[in-house]
């Protein structure tokens, strides 16, 4: 007489134990889980398992935000803190920068905003003018270019700050007013790297009219560019600073028209490709 084969019934496990499971995915696959059943629709909406998807620090970021932001931890489930975090970011440090999760894996996020960047004369109002664009940046101001032959852009923080072992991507996020020119012929150098390991990746990008042979910056959905700087993998247990730097100057070429908003790092969609150090 044949064996019937053993048919497991997962609905004996208790909701814990499907919770346990559920956090080992991610945040888009428990999202999907909860259509299976009901068990595990109670499972993947526990606040347990929303509890591992956020940052472990997330209630500390949101304490350098304003009294507003802060009333996020008052939301009745870890779901729909994560929620907020991923589609409504949140200003700290001052409204200096901007804070949300990766929607689709829970990695942290920044946009530094253009305040909290060393930009070469911006302190000169015959080089940069500090404008508010309240209906178009989320930062109290932004950095307007006037008149400069020396384009020198740098921003920093800690690695500490962004989510362990995970490659991150840099970007500076612009516009470019109707009249702006002096973009298109010589690209800027950018790299990002730490001041411990040095430059890790370099390249040469056009902030104008589409090159060949060159990426064109993106449109994103507030309405900003965006072009790809570099890429930097955040191993676990290092606090380095780093660094991320657009220049062009050698040129001499006249720029005006540039708008900064800031620099934007966030997880790159693939893994980790192990990137070369440049050399010197």
Not at 90 to 99: A, R, T, Y
Request: hydrophobic share 35%; with cysteine; glycine share 6%.
């Amino acid at each position: 007489m044949e064996e019937e084969p053993f048919v497991a019934d997962i609905s004996v496990l208790p909701e814990g134990c499907i919770s346990d499971i559920v956090s080992l995915t991610s945040p888009k696959d428990a999202c999907r889980l909860c259509a299976v059943s009901h068990i595990f629709h109670a499972a993947a909406e526990s606040n347990a398992v929303w509890e591992r998807f956020l940052p472990s620090d997330y209630q500390a970021i949101i304490a350098r935000s304003s009294s507003s932001s802060s009333d996020i931890l008052n939301f009745s489930s870890k779901k729909k803190i994560y929620l907020s975090l991923s589609d409504n970011p949140i200003l700290i440090d001052d409204s200096k920068k901007s804070f949300f999760l990766d929607k689709s894996s829970g990695k942290k996020c920044y946009l530094l905003a253009a305040r909290e960047l060393c930009i070469i004369w911006s302190g000169s109002p015959q080089y940069w003018n500090w404008i508010s664009l309240p209906e178009e940046s989320r930062f109290p101001e932004v950095a307007e270019l006037l008149n400069v032959c020396w384009l020198d852009i740098c921003g920093k923080m800690s690695t500490s700050m962004l989510s362990p072992n995970t490659n991150y991507a840099a970007y500076l996020v612009y516009k470019l007013t109707e009249g702006a020119y002096g973009f298109d012929r010589i690209p800027p150098t950018v790299s990002v790297g730490t001041t411990e390991e040095g430059e890790v990746c370099k390249q040469t990008v056009f902030l104008g009219q589409r090159q060949q042979h060159t990426s064109p910056p993106s449109q994103r959905k507030d309405g900003w560019l965006e072009i790809k700087l570099g890429e930097y993998f955040n191993e676990e247990g290092k606090d380095y600073e780093l660094q991320i730097r657009l220049l062009e100057g050698d040129s001499r070429q006249w720029k005006r028209g540039l708008i900064v908003e800031g620099i934007e790092i966030r997880p790159t969609k693939g893994i980790h490709r192990g990137l070369v150090r440049v050399k010197n």
